[in-house]
C-alpha cells in the first residue's frame, strides 16, 4: 500500500529560558517557555532515515540559549522574530520556522518603608513575585465548643535574582553539586497559619487584614533575607509572621526549590556572567518546616497537601 508523507515539522519544544539583565544592583527578568518548530526538505529523514537535512533538535535547543545572550530579550516577539529567521536564513532545507513563546511576568516585591530604611536602601531591587494571584486557603473546624482555623496561600511563586549563597555542606562520593556563592532563589509557596483564636466568645481576629499583612511579612521577609539556604529562608518567612501578628501560634511551609542552572554557553564562544538560565521544572528539592510560637504545639499537619 503506497503512503504520502503529510506535514510535518519539529524541533526542541518547551525551552524554558531566564534573562537577567543587570542594571548596577537594579535587576530585570525575562523568563519565557519557547517552543521551537522546523518545517522544510524533510522527506527523506522520514521516508530514508538520512539526517542530512536535519539540524538537531538539540542545536535549537543551544540556539535559543545562546541568543538570550547575544541578542538579550527585549520583547518575546522581538526574540521569536531574531529566531524564526536565523532557522530559515542559515539553513537551505528548512523553509518554515514557527516559535511559539509563552513569557511569565514578575513584579518587583515592594518592602514597607521602615525596613526599607532598615536594609538601608529605597527598595530590593533583586526580589520578584510572579504575576497571577495565588491560591489562598482556609480550613475551619469546630466540635461544639472549639474552633481551629487555619490559613494559608499556594501557588506563589517568588524569585530572588542574588543575595542567596549555598556551600559548606556535606561532600559524599555521590555529591557533584558546585558550591554556588551567587545563585538565584527561586520557590512557589505553599504555606499555612493557625490562628490562636478558639472560641466564639474571644475577639475575632480581622480576617482579611491578617491574610494582607501576613502574606506582606512574608514576602519582605523572603525578599530582605541574605540566604544561605533556602531552610534559613523558610525560618525567617516563618518567624516574621509569628513575630508581627500575635493572632498566629504556628506556620508551616512547603517550598519546592525551583532551580535555576547557569548554562554553559562556553562552546558557542559566548560568556555567561551570570545572566542566561535555564529554568528546570524537575527535580525539585523540596524544603518543608513548621515555625511555632515558643511553648505552643504543633498542630498544622505535616502533609498538607490535602488541607
Ligand atoms: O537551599 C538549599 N538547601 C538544600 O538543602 C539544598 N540541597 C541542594 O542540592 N541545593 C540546596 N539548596
Not at 523558610?234 to 506556620?251: K, P, T, W
Amino acid at each position: 500500500m503506497p503512503t504520502i508523507l503529510g506535514q510535518n515539522q519539529y524541533g526542541k519544544a518547551e525551552n524554558r529560558v531566564v534573562k537577567i539583565t543587570r542594571d548596577g544592583d537594579t535587576h530585570h527578568i525575562k523568563d519565557l517557555n519557547v517552543s521551537v518548530a522546523l518545517s522544510g526538505e524533510m522527506d527523506e529523514v522520514h521516508l530514508t532515515g538520512s539526517n542530512a537535512n536535519v539540524l538537531p533538535t538539540d542545536t535549537t535547543k543551544n540556539t535559543v540559549y545562546a541568543f538570550a545572550k547575544e541578542y538579550g530579550i527585549e520583547s518575546a516577539e522581538q526574540f521569536g522574530i531574531h529566531l524564526a529567521r536565523h532557522f530559515v536564513n542559515s539553513q537551505d532545507p528548512i523553509h518554515q520556522a514557527r516559535i511559539r513563546i509563552e513569557e511569565y511576568s514578575w513584579e518587583r516585591i515592594e518592602t514597607s518603608e521602615a525596613n526599607s530604611k532598615f536594609i538601608g536602601s529605597d527598595d530590593v531591587k533583586h526580589s520578584f513575585v510572579r504575576k497571577g494571584q495565588e491560591t489562598r486557603v482556609s480550613e475551619i473546624t469546630y466540635n461544639g465548643s472549639e474552633w481551629q482555623v487555619i490559613s494559608g496561600l499556594k501557588d506563589l511563586v517568588v524569585m530572588n535574582s542574588t543575595n542567596s549563597e549555598f556551600w559548606g555542606y556535606i561532600k559524599d562520593k555521590y555529591t557533584t553539586l558546585q558550591e554556588a556563592y551567587d545563585r538565584i532563589l527561586a520557590t512557589q509557596v505553599s504555606g499555612r497559619w493557625r490562628f490562636n483564636w478558639t472560641d466564639d466568645e474571644q475577639r475575632m481576629p480581622n480576617w482579611e487584614r491578617s491574610y494582607e499583612q501576613t502574606k506582606k511579612h512574608m514576602l519582605e521577609a523572603f525578599a530582605e533575607t541574605y540566604s544561605l539556604s533556602l531552610q534559613q529562608t523558610l525560618y525567617q518567612m516563618g518567624s516574621r509572621i509569628i513575630n508581627n501578628r500575635a493572632e498566629i501560634d504556628e506556620v508551616r511551609f512547603s517550598l519546592p526549590n525551583k532551580h535555576h542552572f547557569l548554562v554553559d554557553l562556553e562552546p558557542f564562544g559566548l560568556k555567561n556572567d551570570n545572566e542566561v538560565y535555564f529554568a528546570a521544572d524537575r527535580p525539585y528539592g523540596l524544603i518543608e518546616a513548621t515555625i511555632l510560637r515558643d511553648g505552643v504545639e504543633p498542630k498544622i499537619p505535616v502533609d498538607m497537601t490535602n488541607l
